[in-house]
């Protein structure tokens, strides 16, 4: 299953991929995390890696060589993708934990990043995941992938969404744009919460908005202490909290437990 992690930004989106892929993980499901976000670059960190893998927009010459070198030989020229075939530096794991990244931007004035849209759209496409492996993709803020195409290929989308009105506005347009690619699992999570109360009422509205909410994530001081570091703690009330939101997906997806 290939998973789509979408939201506002600042939603916490990279938190609840971290989150996820930890608790897959101890699940038994071999994950493989997809950096997906061309200016976020702390997610490597987060995931409890010492340094980041190598774009694969290297593998295709960067950004400029793109259109040139996609039917080029390589790993991105194959048909189909299986997580042993992509070279060892642009796939950093550990105990069945990996990640690879599509590329970000490094400086000004060098263009959209709409050849690393069209890397992931293809990637993502051609990624023939085993069946006890999970994708988690980490998508970039905002909805502007959905008009590229990236998630053309996904199975399971969820919303991050926090309490803000305009972050619930922006989880209904996601719903629509996923809806309108006929992706059948599209699912709220809600995160940064402060107290039941306002959990409750943010349930309510998306609901009304017809958005299912398959969990929620309160506010914890620690991590957000913790985000100078750029890590996750572990044993926080959130680890728990995720398991409860990994159950609903798996359980919504129909997806088998690992023997």
């Known amino acids: 299953m290939k998973i789509s992690v979408c939201g506002k930004g600042g939603s916490g989106k990279s938190t609840v991929v971290t989150l996820l892929a930890n608790e897959a993980r101890a699940r ?5 995390v997809v ?16 340094y980041p893998p190598v774009p694969l927009m290297e593998l295709v010459g960067g ?4 259109r040139q070198k ?33 590329g970000k931007i490094l400086q000004s004035l060098e263009g ?12 993502l496409k051609k990624l023939d995941l085993a069946e006890e492996e999970l994708a988690i993709v980490d998508m970039e803020a905002g909805v502007e992938h959905f008009g590229r195409g990236v998630d053309t290929s996904i199975d399971s989308v ?4 926090e309490p803000p009105l305009e972050s619930v506005n922006v989880g209904q347009k996601i ?11 599209v699912w709220a999570v809600l995160n940064k919460v402060p107290t039941a109360e306002i959990a409750t009422r943010l349930k309510a509205e998306l609901e009304e908005r017809h958005i299912e909410v398959v969990g929620c994530i309160y506010f914890d001081a620690d991590i957000f202490n913790s985000s100078i570091e750029g890590k996750i703690p572990i044993n926080r009330v959130a680890v728990r909290e995720i398991k409860e939101v990994m159950d609903s997906i798996l359980s919504r997806a129909g997806m088998p437990t690992p023997t």
């Open 63 to 66: 950004k400029k060589s793109l």
């Open 112 to 123: 959209c990043a709409c050849p690393m849209g069209v890397l992931s759209r293809e990637f």
């Open 175 to 185: 719903h629509e744009l996923a809806s309108g690619m006929s992706i059948k699992n």
């Open 158 to 161: 969820l919303i991050v969404v």
């Open 70 to 102: 996609m039917g080029q030989p390589s790993v991105l020229s194959e048909s189909q993708i299986v997580t042993a075939q992509i070279p060892e530096q642009q796939l950093i794991q550990r105990d069945g934990l990996m990640m690879v990244s599509i």
């Open 28 to 32: 038994g499901y071999r994950v493989l």
């Open 35 to 50: 950096d997906s976000d061309e200016s976020n670059t702390g997610l490597f960190r987060m995931l409890g890696f010492d």
